[in-house]
């Protein structure tokens, strides 16, 4: 895997938890305007949404994007995948596909994964990401994927990586 920032590199301007896990790859919180800063640099943005999710402000926010990202995104994909649960298998496998699709087109891209608060669905995706796409073992992708929360590190806890780490596993191995 190529360098990124060590420790990990927090960025405060996009949100309180807002992370580096990979190089040009950010995991965030959708609960700020995420994208206003820092500056007008072009990203590609996998919002795993929740579905069932009846808070207006951030319905309002993907209706019309333009109005809350300071026109910085080239890509939206929303991935409606259910807050609480495990992050399902093909909702895994349809964000790695994006993100090795984006970085086909656009290996220099700034990559955003975001969910509401950026500690889970966001974090596991991220996980799969530096587990297929960068050759990160299992510990260290889980490390990588943490956040900071009132002075701890918070991240995914197992019972939510399982299924994500089953398929990477099956992936790696070449079983699809």
Request: glycine share 6%; hydrophobic share 40%; charged share 25%.
């Amino acid at each position: 895997m190529p360098d990124y920032p060590q420790p990990l590199q927090w960025l405060p301007a996009i949100g309180s938890n807002s992370r580096f896990v990979a190089p040009r790859l950010v995991v965030c919180s959708d609960g700020c305007d995420t994208h206003r800063d820092p500056g007008d640099e072009k990203r590609y943005v996998l919002d795993l949404r929740d579905p069932t999710d009846t808070d207006d402000r951030a319905t309002q926010r993907w209706r019309h994007p333009e109005h809350h990202t300071a026109a910085c995104i080239v890509h939206l994909r929303l991935l409606p995948v259910p807050d609480g649960v495990t992050v399902p298998a093909e909702a895994v496998a349809e964000a790695v596909a994006w993100y090795r699709d984006v970085r086909a087109m656009a290996p220099d891209a700034l990559v955003v994964v975001q969910c509401y608060a950026g500690v889970s669905r966001s974090a596991t995706v991220a996980y799969a990401i530096l587990r297929t796409c960068y050759g990160v073992g299992h510990i260290a992708a889980r490390h990588r994927v943490r956040t900071m929360h009132e002075g701890e590190f918070v991240g995914p806890v197992d019972h939510r990586l399982r299924e994500a780490a089953r398929w990477c596993d099956r992936q790696l191995m070449g079983v699809r």
